[in-house]
């Protein structure tokens, strides 16, 4: 399509891996010069994006599109269709994703008209996001926070974005938190608790590298069960989680993931991973010629300050049983003691819904502080 009053502007589907790899590094020309923006790793992004590596799209449709004017890339969205979302009765939703432009409101209305309309022809009247590409994934957009450097798998943004994603008709849906922390300290109380015995019928170990598929399969059922009821939940598949401990299993590291089972039954579960945006901040997103190197260097010898928890679940039947309610605290407890074994001093835990009361109650608890603002929008679209 081109924008009225602006021929020169062109808005393109992305249909060839040309497009795509375009596609994927207009974040790093719009954000070249803020000093707190760090270039993912393109091998990553090429998978993450792609139908053929990510189990994503098993169970849902996207579509990518480019902003062009006088031949340079000015802008990027995606619109998704996701089958395993849940949508309210009598309001089809679709997404929109991976929004990234210059500093033009036109740019955004032609970007965004396109998505829409896509949607809308496939019978959504209503949009949310944005998702990069499932909530299970990057999600929603930075609007508190610009400061400093997000973590791994933590969208980063520039301040006008939101204000040009309000001007064309969005309002805020829901604003997640993203915590943070030193290394995690405990209140004494909590201290106290955690020194006591584990009690009858608890277990607790780290994941099991010899029955690894088992263990998957646990955490989706812990995933899915305790987030369940979570504000625009969708399940995580096998696949999927699959799909990314082997496209990003070289950044695990050993005795990270831990799992509690209570009474013979996998009960809840955490995982902490290092910042892969910290130990890559310096490649400008490639491996080559010498980049390789430097990553296998700091992840393998190295000390690493920055780690994340991005995910952790306990069962509902189990989140009012005295054993199922410390479960957050020993597995946080755990992840600390080993990740401080690999030089941890600083720790991101999120991120968390704004009313998710009790985590939001367990991250205050280890003395964290909310320190950025993730926006998710939506809008009628008729």
């Known amino acids: 399509m081109t924008t009225q ?19 994927i590094r207009v974040p790093m020309r719009i954000n070249a010069a803020d000093p707190n923006y760090i270039a993912p790793l393109l091998f990553e992004r090429r998978e993450a994006l792609s139908p053929k590596h990510n189990p994503f799209f098993e169970h849902a449709e996207a579509q990518f599109w480019l902003a062009v004017r006088d031949g340079q890339d000015v802008g990027r969205i995606s619109a998704q269709i996701d089958s395993l ?34 949607l809308k022809a496939r019978g959504k009247t209503h949009v949310m996001g944005p998702f990069n590409l499932s909530i299970n994934e990057e999600t929603g957009l930075l609007v508190d926070g610009f400061d400093t450097p997000s973590f791994f798998l933590m969208p980063h943004d520039q301040p006008f974005v939101g204000r040009r994603i309000e001007a064309l008709g969005y309002a805020k849906a829901k604003d997640l938190l ?7 300290t405990f209140p004494k109380a909590v201290d106290k608790r955690l020194a006591r015995p584990l009690g009858d019928g608890v277990v607790f170990r780290p994941v099991d590298k010899n029955n690894f598929e088992r263990d998957i399969k646990s955490l989706v059922e812990i995933y899915n069960d305790a987030w369940a009821d979570n504000w625009q939940s969708v399940p995580i598949t096998e696949s999927e989680t699959k799909y990314m401990k082997d496209s990003l299993g070289f950044i695990l590291k050993d005795r990270l993931i831990w799992f ?10 955490g995982v902490m991973v290092p910042d892969l945006n910290w130990i890559a901040r310096d490649l400008g997103g490639k491996l080559f010629p010498f980049g390789w190197a430097k990553l296998l260097w700091r992840l393998k010898v190295g000390k690493i300050p920055r780690f994340r928890v991005p995910l952790m679940g306990v069962k509902r039947k189990f989140a009012k049983d005295p054993r199922g309610i410390l479960a957050p605290f020993r597995i946080i407890r755990e992840l600390r003691d080993q990740a401080v074994k690999y030089g941890m001093t600083n720790t991101e835990c999120g991120w968390v819904l704004e009313d998710n009361r009790p985590m939001n109650h367990i991250m205050e608890n280890l003395q964290a502080v909310p320190y950025k603002t ?9």
């Open 5 to 23: 009053g602006m021929s020169d502007l062109k808005i393109i589907p992305v249909s060839s891996q040309a497009e795509l790899e375009r596609f």
């Open 260 to 269: 509690m089972e209570i009474d013979g039954e996998p009960a809840a579960f």
């Open 85 to 118: 979302c849940r949508e309210e009765p009598g309001k089809p939703t679709g997404q929109f994703g991976m929004i990234c432009a210059e500093d033009d409101p036109a740019i955004f209305q032609a970007l965004f008209a396109t998505a829409e309309a896509w």
């Open 178 to 184: 993203a915590w943070y922390t030193g290394v995690p």
């Open 374 to 382: 993730y926006r998710i929008y939506e809008k009628a679209i008729g």
